[in-house]
């Protein structure tokens, strides 16, 4: 799947790409490795999300936000307490991801983001494998496996990521969740 979505975006502009694209596209020989391409900044990536904020006990609706709001420091879940962020962009939907939460784990005090993955069950041990990877051993996560939906519903400590800070945008903590999808999703395909 991964291989085919960025196929369609070197297709459309073969000359400007994000880090992530580039490298997947030179190791995957979709591009090589000399040839001229522009990495586009990561906060361009960000220019065409939806972005919403919900509350966490009923899931009310509380507004639709513009992208400006990205600025916004991570803590803003702190002191919104029962708030959560949700995110959709074609960038997650490339890696099978419809859309995206952030929110504060009241139990671990930690930033989680929650989403679901489009990969099929058989895929279970080598996503644990990779997740553990990622996280120390005294992350809290959760992944679990949903027939109704044949996606896995995954539960991340996103402020267990190395790089993470408390200090960060909402726009960077965004950013280092795509890498850290991005990084899962290209791990599944090269070992399928």
């Known amino acids: ?5 960025i196929k ?18 030179i190791a995957n020989n979709l591009i090589s490795a000399d040839e001229s391409t522009e990495i586009l900044p990561a906060g361009k990536r960000w220019a065409d999300i939806y972005i919403e904020r919900g509350h966490k ?20 879940l702190k002191t ?4 959560f962020i949700y995110v ?3 960038w997650f939907e490339i890696l099978g991801i419809e859309g995206i939460i952030f929110e504060e784990n009241d139990v671990f005090r930690t930033y989680d983001t929650i989403f679901g993955l489009k990969v099929q069950k058989k895929h279970g041990d080598l996503l644990r494998k990779v997740i553990l990877e990622e996280f120390s051993a005294d992350a809290k996560y ?8 044949g996606l896995w519903d995954i539960n991340l400590p996103i402020s267990h990521l190395n790089g993470f800070s ?3 945008t909402i726009e960077e903590v965004l950013s280092l969740t795509y890498q850290l999808l991005f990084k899962l999703v290209w791990e599944l395909e090269r070992n399928k």
């Open 1 to 5: 799947m991964l291989h085919t979505e």
């Open 8 to 25: 369609k975006l070197i297709d459309q502009n073969p000359t400007r790409l994000f880090e992530e694209e580039k490298d997947y596209a």
């Open 57 to 76: 006990e009923t899931e009310e609706y509380l507004g639709e936000e513009t992208p400006s709001f990205l600025k916004e420091n991570i803590s803003y």
């Open 80 to 83: 919104h307490q029962n708030e």
């Open 88 to 90: 959709e962009s074609k």
């Open 142 to 149: 959760s992944i679990l496996f949903n027939g109704n939906d």
């Open 166 to 168: 408390e200090n960060m």
